[in-house]
């Protein structure tokens, strides 16, 4: 079925260790976002895309990295965890020109 | 890129009508008022979106004055499951816009 998906969904990991969060979006948007939300701050952008090997930072980039080598994905990646990193990772795309944003279910990851 | 202000929560009960108001005070002239609503453990989903006067569809209506310097979201007779974060963004449709969220609006609807 079309749409965006995040995997994986729960995530448990330690201080130290690299994790990837996939995501995947099956509308061939161009622009392509990961937010992390925490409670009291409300949705932090961290990365985006505006297209396939096009990337820049948000608000919140610090300790993570992305790549687009394809327009359907979208992986962010935390080089070396934190547990200031716990979070829930929302993953979202937009077709070039339009306002609405998809969002992914989420990536709850808990970093020990 | 235009700041909003928005309250931080909101009650209300069954079958009350709910408004929701957002300042925009620098909102530019290309700029669209947008709301999106989050429920517990989802990612936040487009509801409505407009310009200006009113704006209406099967969830909620969209209220913009003149100067469009504020915008105001209306639930029509909200039930348990309107319970949500409700975002206000502001920002123009070109493909450069990256929308900035903020802490929305929780609403809770009490039986």
């Known amino acids: 079925d079309a749409g965006i998906t995040q995997s994986p969904r729960y995530k448990i990991t330690e201080t130290g260790r690299q994790v990837t969060l996939m995501c995947h979006q099956t509308?061939?948007?161009?622009?392509m976002f990961w937010y992390r939300q925490d409670l009291g701050h409300g949705l932090r952008l961290i990365y985006y895309?505006?297209?396939?090997?096009?990337?820049d930072k948000g608000e919140v980039p610090d300790g993570y990295v992305v790549s687009r080598s394809k327009t359907e994905n979208f992986p962010l990646t935390l080089e070396s965890a934190t547990r200031s990193q716990t979070s829930v990772y929302f993953c979202?795309?937009?077709?070039?020109?339009?306002?609405?944003?998809?969002f992914g279910p989420g990536t709850r990851l808990l970093v020990l | 890129l235009a700041k909003t202000t928005q309250p931080i929560s909101m009650d209300s009960y069954e079958g009350q009508e709910v408004n929701i108001t957002c300042s925009h005070n620098?909102?530019?002239?290309?700029?669209?008022i947008t709301w999106y609503q989050q429920f517990p453990s989802q990612g936040p989903r487009f509801i409505i979106q407009g310009y200006k006067t009113k704006v209406t569809n099967e969830v909620a209506s969209l209220f913009i004055p003149a100067d469009r310097k504020s915008s105001t979201l209306s639930l029509p007779r909200v039930s348990l499951s309107d319970t949500a974060v409700y975002y206000c963004?502001?920002?123009?449709?070109?493909?450069?816009?990256?929308?900035?969220f903020g802490r929305g609006t929780s609403l809770i609807v009490h039986p």
């Open positions: 963004l502001v920002g123009g449709t070109g493909g450069s816009y990256i929308p900035t």
């Open positions: 620098n909102i530019a002239t290309n700029d669209y």
């Open positions: 509308w061939s948007h161009s622009y």
């Open positions: 979202a795309s937009r077709a070039g020109g339009k306002e609405t944003q998809y």
């Open positions: 895309s505006a297209a396939a090997d096009i990337t």
